[in-house]
């Protein structure tokens, strides 16, 4: 049987704690934020949709984006975890389409769904706008 890993309180609440940091910056808008499941590799990854991926490329996203992580309690693997996405993606602008109007996702679980035809083994949602 493989490994397959638990979303666990401690990574909601990081998730939780840098999505709030994130919500009022104007040097690094987020557009949303999810713990996303990956069956293929058993894990779960930190989804933060940011424009500033497409205005400044992935790297320096991620290196403005450590200067807010810094401010956040947070454990190594939870800091590897983090996956920047451009809020253009496919994905994310299909999660828009769904999601986008509700007034508050956050808490909100997913589970074996699919999304305008992805299959979604596991989410849990703070913000999708």
Do not use: C
Not at 27 to 36: D, E, I, V, Y
């Amino acid at each position: 049987m493989a490994y397959v890993e638990t979303l666990a309180a401690t990574d909601m609440d990081f998730g939780k704690a840098l999505w709030q940091a994130l919500r009022g910056n104007k040097n690094f808008p987020a557009k949303g934020a999810l713990w996303l499941f990956r069956p293929e590799s058993g894990e779960w990854h930190f989804l933060i949709a940011t424009p500033r991926v497409d205005e400044v490329g992935p790297r320096k996203a991620y290196e403005e984006l450590s200067d807010i992580t810094r401010r956040v309690p947070a454990d190594s693997s939870q800091l590897l975890k983090i996956e920047l996405i451009s809020p253009r993606q496919p994905f994310y602008q299909a999660l828009r389409s769904v999601f986008g109007k509700t007034p508050s996702v956050e808490g909100a679980r997913l589970g074996n769904t699919q999304i305008d035809g992805r299959y979604i083994s596991d989410a849990y949602l703070y913000e999708i706008r």
